[in-house]
């Protein structure tokens, strides 16, 4: 799905923004296609658990850790992309995204609103788990313990998750997957 991301890097913009517009039109007609994307999104779930507490790794290197990345940032990376390619939007930034189908009204702008900062939360927890690793010496990854964040941080990182289920939520209903 990382395809429908591409954009120009080097030469002419005009021949990426045809076929930008040629995939999106394409993606657009086509409810299996839409239906087979949505199935995709909602692979990667948030890690909220039924008591609204966080759900975990267990075992291996990364034991008793969230992929910030992958649990987090996924869904909401695959939902704007998603709802863009249905709607005929272009963009390839994931805000961007959300913010093109506010703009078009195909997204209510505090829905957007609540998924952009929950994004912009999430980054920051990432950031600043790279910024701890890189000062002692750490490969970085994306891998944070939730026990060891404050109790504000994990109140809004259960926000944010919250959110990614919302969007989730939007993509099964709207596309029956």
């Given at each position: 799905s990382i395809f429908f991301d591409f954009r120009s890097l080097w030469g002419e913009d005009a021949p990426v923004a045809e076929l930008r517009h040629w995939v999106s039109r394409q993606a657009a007609a086509n409810p299996r296609?839409?239906?087979q994307m949505a199935e995709n999104a909602l692979r990667n779930?948030?890690?909220l658990g039924l008591v609204r507490d966080f759900v975990t790794e267990s075992g291996g290197a990364h034991d008793h850790t969230i992929d910030l990345k992958l649990r987090g940032l996924t869904p909401f990376v695959d939902g704007a992309r998603l709802l863009?390619?249905?709607h005929g939007i272009t963009e390839t930034g994931t805000v961007a995204r959300l913010r093109a189908l506010v703009d078009t009204g195909r997204v209510s702008a505090s829905e957007a609103d609540a998924w952009c900062d929950a994004i912009a939360f999430i980054q920051l927890l990432r950031m600043r788990h790279h910024q701890q690793q890189a000062h002692a010496g750490q490969p970085l990854d994306n891998h944070i313990n939730p026990d060891?964040?404050?109790d504000l941080d994990r109140r809004i990182l259960k926000e944010a998750f919250r959110q990614a289920r919302k969007i989730q939520a939007r993509l099964a209903?709207?596309?029956?997957?």
């Open positions: 296609f839409l239906r779930e948030p890690p863009a390619l249905a060891q964040l404050n209903l709207d596309y029956q997957a």
